[in-house]
């Protein structure tokens, strides 16, 4: 039995420009010239998830929080992510085109690679591991300094180095990524890779350095809808429900719903949370786009007609 009054049901979108693109803007122009604009909030994907979920300290160590869902032993311990990634030598740098889940690894293939990588780790008495394909791990030892490397959210895409930022431990990190390249140049899984037009893993991006978080909850969902790993860490870390379909959200009593729609296609998600939102079953329609941009959007708004969306 329902005890809270359902509150608000967000949608959770990629840039608006990205929507227009693939022609989901349409459906949603509506609700975007006459709901209520917050003021503009950082751009990107972990923007985003920072407003959705409350996590200190920030920024969040992705490495232990992910680690925990995969292994359910990261409290106590700093942890590093080790992705296995493609990056491309251009003559201003390095630019990373794919990375972790992009590069779509068979679990054979990825354990092949994670064993002719983890002796450099071993070596520099590092704990090395691969419980995921395309999530590998690296154990600090208490008292190392922890790296900041470049998020490869923020790298994807663009030139720049896989090194950590500042000037603590380069070399030693130069010198194990030196290795690992070396490595992973020659071996046979990406020999095989490039025979089948798939991109080799030639490196592994480094990044997430942290211990678990001292606080991780949401303020803004008590039900999440996503296949996307990074939000289900979030949601099971901070005990949201992960549900499968809005009905189940609502007949779970769920006040504050979260739908990720952020990859297409996405239209019958934008249709469904639309006719729930029009049947009273939510007071708010949230758009949360990563450009930053969120809308509030209440059923009375309809009644602003002189609102419309620019041509």
């Given at each position: 039995?329902?005890?809270?009054?359902?509150?608000?049901?967000?949608?959770?979108?990629?840039?608006?420009?990205?929507?227009?693109?693939?022609?989901?803007?349409?459906?949603?122009?509506?609700?975007?010239?006459?709901?209520?604009?917050?003021?503009?909030?950082?751009?990107?994907?972990?923007?985003?998830?920072?407003?959705?979920?409350?996590?200190?300290?920030?920024?969040?160590?992705?490495?232990?929080?992910?680690?925990?869902?995969?292994?359910?032993?990261?409290?106590?311990?700093?942890?590093?992510?080790?992705?296995?990634?493609?990056?491309?030598?251009?003559?201003?740098?390095?630019?990373?085109?794919?990375?972790?889940?992009?590069?779509?690894?068979?679990?054979?293939?990825?354990?092949?690679?994670?064993?002719?990588?983890?002796?450099?780790?071993?070596?520099?008495?590092?704990?090395?591991?691969?419980?995921?394909?395309?999530?590998?791990?690296?154990?600090?030892?208490?008292?190392?300094?922890?790296?900041?490397?470049?998020?490869?959210?923020?790298?994807?895409?663009?030139?720049?180095?896989?090194?950590?930022?500042?000037?603590?431990?380069?070399?030693?990190?130069?010198?194990?990524?030196?290795?690992?390249?070396?490595?992973?140049?020659?071996?046979?899984?990406?020999?095989?890779?490039?025979?089948?037009?798939?991109?080799?893993?030639?490196?592994?991006?480094?990044?997430?350095?942290?211990?678990?978080?001292?606080?991780?909850?949401?303020?803004?969902?008590?039900?999440?809808?996503?296949?996307?790993?990074?939000?289900?860490?979030?949601?099971r870390l901070a005990?949201?429900?992960?549900?499968?379909?809005?009905?189940?959200?609502?007949?779970?009593?769920?006040?504050?719903?979260?739908?990720?729609?952020?990859?297409?296609?996405?239209?019958?998600?934008?249709?469904?949370?639309?006719?729930?939102?029009?049947?009273r079953n939510f007071?708010?329609?949230?758009?949360?786009?990563?450009?930053?941009?969120?809308?509030?959007?209440?059923?009375?708004?309809?009644?602003?007609?002189?609102?419309?969306?620019?041509?």
């Amino acid at each position: 039995m329902q005890t809270e009054k359902p509150r608000r049901l967000t949608l959770l979108l990629p840039p608006w420009e990205v929507l227009e693109r693939q022609g989901d803007a349409a459906a949603l122009a509506t609700l975007r010239a006459r709901g209520d604009r917050h003021a503009q909030d950082a751009p990107g994907r972990r923007a985003q998830q920072l407003r959705v979920f409350d996590i200190v300290p920030k920024p969040p160590a992705w490495a232990a929080i992910t680690r925990q869902v995969d292994c359910g032993d990261s409290a106590g311990s700093l942890w590093l992510r080790a992705d296995p990634a493609h990056l491309r030598v251009e003559a201003g740098g390095l630019r990373l085109l794919s990375w972790g889940e992009s590069l779509v690894l068979e679990a054979a293939q990825a354990k092949a690679l994670a064993a002719a990588v983890l002796p450099v780790f071993h070596a520099l008495g590092m704990t090395f591991s691969a419980p995921v394909p395309h999530r590998w791990y690296v154990q600090l030892a208490r008292g190392r300094p922890i790296p900041q490397f470049v998020d490869p959210e923020v790298a994807l895409g663009a030139l720049g180095s896989p090194l950590p930022e500042g000037t603590s431990g380069v070399a030693e990190w130069s010198r194990l990524l030196n290795e690992t390249q070396m490595i992973l140049h020659d071996h046979a899984v990406n020999r095989r890779r490039a025979q089948q037009g798939l991109l080799p893993v030639n490196s592994l991006w480094l990044w997430g350095a942290g211990e678990s978080p001292l606080k991780l909850q949401s303020r803004e969902a008590d039900a999440m809808i996503s296949g996307d790993d990074e939000y289900g860490a979030l949601a099971r870390l901070a005990k949201v429900a992960i549900v499968p379909a809005l009905g189940q959200a609502l007949a779970s009593a769920s006040s504050a719903v979260v739908v990720d729609a952020l990859r297409a296609p996405r239209s019958d998600a934008l249709r469904e949370a639309m006719s729930i939102h029009e049947g009273r079953n939510f007071e708010t329609l949230r758009l949360d786009c990563a450009d930053g941009t969120v809308i509030d959007y209440k059923r009375w708004h309809r009644l602003r007609f002189w609102r419309r969306q620019p041509s």
